[in-house]
């Protein structure tokens, strides 16, 4: 049987939520269960991946091809379970799949309404796969009282009565905070949001309160005894050093003790949480720092390069090393010299990315990296931007480009090429037996090569030595692709294309075999970098930067 947790938030947005959920997965793993976690966001985005890294931080790209939520990365990476495209549904794929099903006449004739159509779509979405896991965990996206959230917490209501007492629980994530002009810790506003909850006919069964410092008692107990539930079923969830505490840290405030005495199951099976904190033990006990600069154009967000930034954590526990990212604007470079910005860096990194702006910025970024021989990395668009520079420089083709940003014009009636598309856009593709197909003029939602495909990697390579793999599968998520036209020229000049799709069509990986590390990837690693199994190509990134901080 599988029990539902359904995970809301309260107060403020940004409360950590995600993070809740993939750390009590984890927690209830460490005891022995299996979980799935799944993401309900009441936008009306049919999916995340049209939505600016700005607005939404970034789009997480599942093996399955689905463009998702950042909170899904957090639930693989502390679950290690490969999430799916219904892991991740939003109020717009909700009503997409009603208005559809009406088209076709689903519905014989009746009048579509939030209650009950859009809610049982809402319900289906949460009951998809049940019975594979002992836990499904549904975080609703937002804080209560959002317009938008409405049906989502109207759908969960249903959901616990259509189901047998004791097979859903709902746990409150919320906010305490601390008043410096009173010396209080307030809780209020937590009394408020469970009223909120309350009004739409939810009883919160935990609450997990988010503050700077551990709850003391007496505010627990005023909270339990305010917002209706046991003391014991008020988890306190102060701020931590680091995010892989929590699973740790939430044992230790009686969170998996309070879901499984909801649930009214054994509370004395053993919690198997030593590789957490081993994996604790490993940040806080590093031998050293290593710089990563990475250049990019969304870097006022952190968020927007999340997993970027968990892998080269992940890559530093594996070294046992600290790794302090400096984020720079790639525009910055269009004016400026690199040098004072890069010289003292132990490794570069170029993240993916979309559209012009900044990309003459990465190209000279990707330049340095190759001519002062420090350590390299180009993700995605970083690798595009790093092929563009290698065949400017070392081909002699000084108009390389790529059909993303450079058009061609229209001169006199006739059509110019202006730019040499070594990065071009491809019409069609090999996904295992099938060939897919897509135009520029297509939507611009989910018509990407997204998602898992294979690349085979060159005997003897350093990915390949790295990998110690010669086949491998990673996610994509991009629309246009290196061309192979200048491969020959570019081996010449000493660089590899060490991956290459199954039927050898599509550049995966380059590398120059004579430079400390220079790779460049066209699919994603950092998003199936887990803290225990940190992706190998940033594990030996982090430690060639290792090594290259011993030799300034
Ligand atoms: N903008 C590039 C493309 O679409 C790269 C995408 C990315 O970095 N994810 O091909």
Known sequence: MTRYIFITGGVVSSLGKGLTAAALGALLQARGYSVRLRKLDPYLNVDPGTMSPFEHGEVFVTDDGAETDLDIGHYERFTGVSARSSDCISSGRIYSSVLERERRGGYLGQTIQVIPHVTDEIKNFIREGDGETDFMLCEIGGTVGDIEGLPFYEAIRQFALDNEFGKCLFIHVTLVPYLEACSELKTKPTQHSVKELQSIGISPDILVCRSEQTLPSKEREKIALFCNVKPSSVVSAPDLP????????????????????????????????????????????????????????????????????????????????????????????????????????????????????????????????????????????????????????????????????DHERNVSGGTVRSFEPVVYHLAKWQQGNETVSRSVDDDKGATMRLGAYRACLAEGSRVAEIYQAVDVSERHRHRYEVNTRYREELESHGVKFSGMSPDGQLPEIVEIPDHPWFIGVQFHPELKSRPFNPHPLFADFVRAAFVQSHLL
Request: aromatic share 8%.
């Open 242 to 405: 680091n995010i892989y505490e929590a699973p740790v840290s939430y044992h230790e405030q009686g969170l998996d003790h309070a879901v499984l005495n909801g649930f009214a199951m054994d509370l004395n099976s053993p919690v198997k949480l030593e590789p957490w904190a081993e994996v604790g033990n490993r940040i806080s006990t590093v031998k050293g720092e290593v710089r990563v600069a990475i250049v990019g154009k969304y870097t006022g967000l952190e968020d927007a390069y999340k997993s970027i930034n968990e892998a080269l954590i992940h890559g530093g526990i594996a070294n046992q090393v600290c790794v302090r990212s400096e984020w720079i604007q790639a525009e910055v470079f269009e004016q400026e010299d690199p040098t004072p910005y890069l010289e003292s860096c132990d490794a570069i990194l170029i993240p993916g990315g979309f559209g012009e702006r900044g990309s003459e910025g990465k190209i000279k970024a990707a330049g340095f990296a190759r001519a002062h021989k420090i350590p390299f990395f180009g993700i995605c668009l970083g690798m595009q931007m790093a092929v563009i520079e290698m065949v400017r420089s070392l081909v002699g083709v000084k108009n390389a480009g790529s059909e993303e940003f």
